[in-house]
T-cell receptor, first 113, second 109 residues
Framework: DVKVTQSSRYLVKRTGEKVFLECVQDMDHENMFWYRQDPGLGLRLIYFSYDVKMKEKGDIPEGYSVSREKKERFSLILESASTNQTSMYLC????????????FGPGTRLTVL | DAKTTQPPSMDCAEGRAANLPCNHSTISGNEYVYWYRQIHSQGPQYIIHGLKNNETNEMASLIITEDRKSSTLILPHATLRDTAVYYCIVITGANNLFFGTGTRLTVIP
């Protein structure tokens, strides 16, 4: 079975903390994505990566950065967490050209106090 | 970028076909229509996709109108486990991904 795993299901952090969300896929996929999901807004793309060390901004990159040092791992970084970054964060990966089926992880629910 | 419009919620009786509509009137010629669903507390799951022709797989059928301005996802025999939020999205490239708010399908026993 294909697997996308995220480091935590639930995370609570304080305003101003640096937060790392980790995502690992075991399918040798080229592309990886980070989304956030908020009620009434659906899923919104934060960043994506189509190769190691490559990254592209999505719709809402402000306040976030990413790192892809290895093909299987894609990290989302909140340099200084704020309360408006409280959300569900979803990681996904896909194999081929854009638009290929994306496989999602279970999500991390982040609360920033 | 083509965006989609879906009804916020629908009910379907268990065992009956669930027909979920999606409007994408600004779709362009090279944009695919994808359907995903999200069961509570899980990440989204791919269902099916198509460009022009109707498609069928083990989960569902996708009917795309000739002008490609709308489509319908059909779950032929809905079960309680099909209760989920269903997202219709159109894609050309990764920076055009937009999941929207989807349709919450409730399958009723």
């Amino acid at each position: 079975d294909v697997k996308v795993t995220q480091s935590s299901r639930y995370l609570v952090k304080r305003t101003g903390e640096k937060v790392f969300l980790e995502c690992v896929q075991d399918m040798d996929h080229e592309n990886m994505f980070w989304y956030r999901q908020d009620p009434g807004l659906g899923l919104r793309l934060i960043y994506f990566s189509y190769d190691v060390k490559m990254k592209e901004k999505g719709d809402i990159p402000e306040g976030y950065s990413v790192s892809r040092e290895k093909k299987e791992r894609f990290s989302l970084i909140l340099e200084s967490a704020s309360t408006n970054q409280t959300s569900m964060y979803l990681c996904a990966s896909s194999f081929g050209p854009w638009g290929d089926e994306q496989f999602f992880g279970p999500g991390t629910r982040l609360t920033v106090l | 970028d083509a965006k989609t419009t879906q009804p916020p919620s629908m009910d379907c009786a268990e065992g009956r076909a669930a027909n979920l509509p999606c409007n994408h009137s600004t779709i362009s010629g090279n944009e695919y229509v994808y359907w995903y669903r999200q069961i509570h507390s899980q990440g989204p799951q791919y269902i099916i996709h198509g460009l022009k022709n109707n498609e069928t797989n083990e989960m569902a059928s996708l009917i795309i109108t000739e002008d490609r301005k709308s489509s319908t996802l059909i779950l032929p025999h809905a079960t309680l486990r099909d209760t989920a939020v269903y997202y219709c999205i159109v894609i050309t490239g990764a920076n055009n991904l937009f999941f929207g708010t989807g349709t919450r399908l409730t399958v009723i026993p």
